[in-house]
């Protein structure tokens, strides 16, 4: 296998694992990793792109707009929901045993580092490359000639200060509403016939970015942020006063709110009253600029209802999301070489093959279909699929789950199409999808106004599965055609997310989709189900079952292995079962992106235990469940984490691939997951994340190229396809 190297830049760590007892039973607290922390570790390894010289300058650039990116959002979430948590008094410890307070303390100490070093690397090191590698120059007046000052000054008069609203803070006016993670100006002046002090502030609008071009620079990539124009400016907004200083800050609000959805009257009615209490709900956060002096933080530190724990100072630029804007410049040459999806096969119409010359339904009834996006086409497969049965005559009923979709959705508008040619089609919108509420909700409405069975969620649970299911009808009988998921119906998602979906005319699963619908559009919580495992319900009970098989196979000495690849896994009762597996002496590989609470590596506990990590220009998203079953495996792909959320408070859906031509598929991708000594990271009982690296003589092995090899590979005859130095899931790793 794969050696583990030193990290390449050592990585700070948030997790803060307990000492283990020697008589610890298998829910003792310190054989769990904190979710919080654990979550933050993740985001340090994301960040770690951003260091790593051997990736091209824009691509760094937005490895750390994704960094900051993420950081924002937990800290709407998670540390607005511990603040809520600790406000409320709330005495349950998490299952590695901290209660609110002391962990909202740690999160608090991390994600403070986490800014800082965000903070520098942007300051020290990316800035600076993107002028030398890339004569991408963010400049400040002092390097502006005098026309250029000039020009920003006509364009500060014509397009800025219209839209300004400079917003006093005086007796007669109370501080002002601000909006979460909008730019601000403070702005401290004096009036020169009293003498007497102010204080303003003005929101920086970034609609139009957050970059603009410098004039005269024409042809050269040179930007200046649209706060230092204001800034140099400020004077024209209060004329006759005398401006003292003027920094930048910026505001997270909490965004873990609680709702009573069992007392709402109306679902749609309680999200928009929620949107509305997220913009208003309390501050957790203040971003300001390093210089700004201390009594101008004391003020806003007061207004706001924070302490000086809820401060961040930041030497650079704020809103380091906005580095994103950069990475899309279009410099091809300081970018990742971009990859083209592919087209499988039998669904191309490539010239002499003969494949994909009938309509998609004939294909599918010729065999499964496994489909891998981003290396193969989301419009070339799934929009295919949705396009074709919109306006395909004998396609009777179009049901679909959405939980994201993109703003210009194309699934949306052929599902509008099929509405309009008379086909039942029914959608399940999730409204309550968080940071999507509002996106869903109008598309929502528009669906509903075009005759669509548009249903918005069950209450106290969120759904989350991925299916489309299609009643055509054949030989004057109805058939079913699934797509069943990993990923949501977002075609932008597709092309950097990696997901996994199945086609089918499996009669089976066609069945259990009805039956799906049939729940999360009416009243019927205990359909039976044939293949499909489903949540909340079967699948926790299924997969406990499936473990348990493992350990039993183990104990008696017949193969035994688990492999199961996700986005994060907090459950205490899989967690638990896993250890007792690995006690047993079942051999588990967990590949899991995100946040991981098991603790691997423990003498007597988990020492059969082995959980890697993959970071790289896609985002692992895919979920593949593996079980050795005594050499006759069985694999599943779906919608659901080993995560307690998903489990019992989300309807999620699971299948099982039965075809060997896709089980092969699914297993190559564990083995290549496991073999990745580029791009994993291996965790250690230390809580510690070690990226791994080749041996010396060992091919390098990275996923993501790995795969795209294998895409391409399987459009040339079967004799060329690279060999891959993977794990067989059969031999020790």
């Known amino acids: 296998m794969a050696s583990v190297s030193h990290v390449m830049s050592e990585l700070p760590q948030a997790v803060q694992p307990q000492t283990l007892p020697k008589d610890a039973g ?51 979430k998670r540390v607005g929901g511990l603040r809520r948590q600790e406000v409320a008094g709330v005495k349950q410890a998490s299952p590695d045993g901290r209660r609110p307070p002391e962990l909202l303390a740690l999160v608090r100490e991390a994600t403070i580092a986490m800014e800082a070093a965000i903070d520098r690397t942007w300051v020290d090191d990316l800035k600076p490359l993107l002028a030398e590698i890339a004569d991408v120059r963010i400049l400040d007046y002092p390097s502006l000639s005098q026309e250029q000052e000039q020009e920003l000054t006509r364009y500060f008069r014509e397009h800025l200060y219209p839209i300004l609203t400079p917003l006093a803070v005086d007796p007669g006016h109370p501080f002002p509403f601000i909006s979460n993670l909008s730019l601000s100006l403070a702005i401290e002046m004096r009036d020169p016939r009293s003498g007497s002090l102010h204080f303003a502030r003005v929101k920086v609008p970034v609609r139009s970015g957050r970059w603009l071009p410098v004039p005269g620079t024409e042809g050269a990539c040179r930007f200046i942020a649209v706060e230092e124009i204001i800034r140099h400016n400020a004077g024209e907004l209060f004329r006759g006063m005398e401006i003292i200083q003027v920094h930048a800050f910026r505001v997270t609000r909490n965004a873990d709110l609680e709702r009573e959805e069992e007392e709402a009257e109306d679902l749609i009615a309680m999200i928009s009253d929620e949107l509305r209490e997220r913009r208003l709900a309390p501050v957790v956060r203040l971003e300001v600029e390093a210089d700004m002096p201390e009594h101008l933080r004391a003020l806003l530190l007061k207004e706001l209802d924070l302490g000086i724990e809820d401060l961040v100072a930041v030497d650079g630029e704020l809103a380091l999301e906005d580095c994103l804007e950069l990475a899309e410049l279009d410099l091809p040459e300081y970018e990742i070489e971009p990859w083209e999806p592919v087209i499988p096969d039998r669904l191309s119409a490539k010239e002499g093959n003969g494949a994909g010359e009938g309509d998609i339904f004939s294909v599918i009834r010729a065999g499964d ?265 069985e694999i599943f792909i779906g919608s659901a984490d080993w995560r307690t959320r998903n489990l019992d408070t989300r309807v999620e859906a699971v299948v099982p691939i039965d075809e060997p031509a896709l089980k092969e598929r699914l297993v190559r991708i564990l083995d290549l997951s496991l073999a990745d000594n580029e791009l994993a990271w291996e965790l250690g009982e230390d809580g510690r994340y070690v990226q791994r690296a080749p041996a010396h003589g060992e091919e390098p092995v990275a996923l993501h190229r790995a795969l795209m090899e294998d895409t391409l590979a399987r459009r040339k005859p079967a004799a060329v396809r690279p060999p891959g130095p993977a794990i067989p899931m059969g031999a020790k790793g």
Request: aromatic share 10%; with cysteine; net charge negative.
């Open 26 to 76: 298998l829910d003792h607290p310190s054989l769990y990793f904190n979710q919080e922390l654990s979550w933050i570790d993740f985001n340090w390894r994301v960040f770690q792109e951003a260091l790593e010289p051997s990736l091209p300058i824009l691509e760094r650039v937005r490895f750390l707009g994704i960094t900051a990116s993420n950081l924002d959002e937990f800290v709407q």
């Open 369 to 633: 279909l496994l489909v891998h996006h981003p290396y193969e086409s989301f419009s070339g497969t799934v929009l295919r699929l949705v396009e074709e049965a919109a306006q395909d005559p004998a396609v009777l009923a179009i049901k679909q789950t959405l939980y994201r979709t993109s703003d210009d959705s194309q699934i949306v508008r052929s599902l509008l199409r099929a509405a309009d040619r008379g086909k039942q089609v029914a959608v399940m919108v999730e409204v309550k999808a968080r940071f999507d509420e509002q996106n869903n909700i109008e598309w929502a409405r528009i669906l509903e106004t075009a005759g669509v069975h548009v249903t918005y969620g069950l209450l106290g649970l969120k759904t989350h599965a991925k299916v489309v299911l299609i009643i055509r009808e054949e030989g004057g009988h109805p058939k079913t055609y699934c797509h069943i998921g990993t990923g949501n119906y977002h075609k932008e998602n597709a092309g950097v997310y990696t997901d996994l979906g199945l086609l089918t005319y499996d009669a089976e699963i066609g069945a259990d989709a009805v039956n799906l619908f049939h729940f999360v559009t009416g009243y019927a919580p205990a359909q039976p189900y044939q293949k499909l495992i489903v949540a909340p319900g079967s699948m926790r009970t299924k997969f406990h079952s499936l473990i348990q098989r493992e350990i039993d196979h183990a104990r008696e000495g017949s193969p035994s292995r688990i492999a199961a690849k996700m986005n994060a896994i907090d459950d205490p009762k899989i967690i638990g079962q896993l250890y007792e597996a690995s006690r047993a002496g079942v051999r588990i590989d967990l590949i899991v992106r995100g946040h991981c609470c098991v603790r691997p590596g423990l003498t007597g506990f988990s020492e059969n235990i082995r959980v890697v990590s993959i970071i790289g220009r896609f985002l692992e998203h895919d979920r593949i469940f593996y079980f050795e079953n005594r050499g006759d495996p």
